[in-house]
């Protein structure tokens, strides 16, 4: 029998959380202030702390893996690699413009999709009010003898 699993890189989170103003590498207070609760697509926000998930990456990794179904023809094709997903973190904890950079085939699109909408993180902070934040996940499918 088969046993799958779905594997993470320790490394996997990447945040996108830096705003680049200018050469200098101190932001200006002032333009700090113009920095919105609505931040807008593409556009990166200083935060004070970045979203994350409740009880760090190992926790999102297990549960990421329990949830996980890897799609019937993924597994009868031994269609195995990753997917990076991005998708922004909202003020209320959910996910939304979740998309898939790359498609591996066999429904394995679909399923990262699923997983990363149905998961909630604790959102950004900014002058401590929670923010929208931008994430970038990689979700690895393989598959096991």
Same mark, same amino acid.
């Given at each position: 029998m088969k046993h799958f699993t779905l594997i993470l890189a320790a490394f996997g989170? $990447? $945040?996108f959380t830096s705003t680049q103003v200018s050469a200098q590498s101190e932001v200006k207070e002032d333009v700090k202030e113009e920095v919105k609760e609505e931040s807008h697509r593409n556009f990166a +926000? +200083?935060?004070t702390k970045d979203a994350s998930y409740p009880g760090g990456n190992t926790a999102l990794y297990t549960d990421l893996f329990h949830?996980?179904?890897y799609p019937k023809e993924a597994l009868?094709?031994?269609i &195995?690699? *990753?997917i990076m997903m991005s998708f922004y973190v909202e003020p *209320? &904890?959910?996910?939304? *413009? +979740?998309e898939a950079m790359k498609d591996l085939g066999g429904g394995t699109k679909a399923e990262a999709i699923r997983l990363i909408k149905e998961t909630k993180f604790a959102p950004a902070i900014q002058n401590g009010k929670p923010v929208r934040q931008q994430m970038v996940l990689p979700v690895l499918f393989r598959i096991y003898d």
């Open positions: 989170i $990447l $945040l +926000v +200083v935060t949830r996980m179904k009868e094709q031994k &195995s690699g *990753d *209320d &904890s959910t996910t939304s *413009d +979740v």
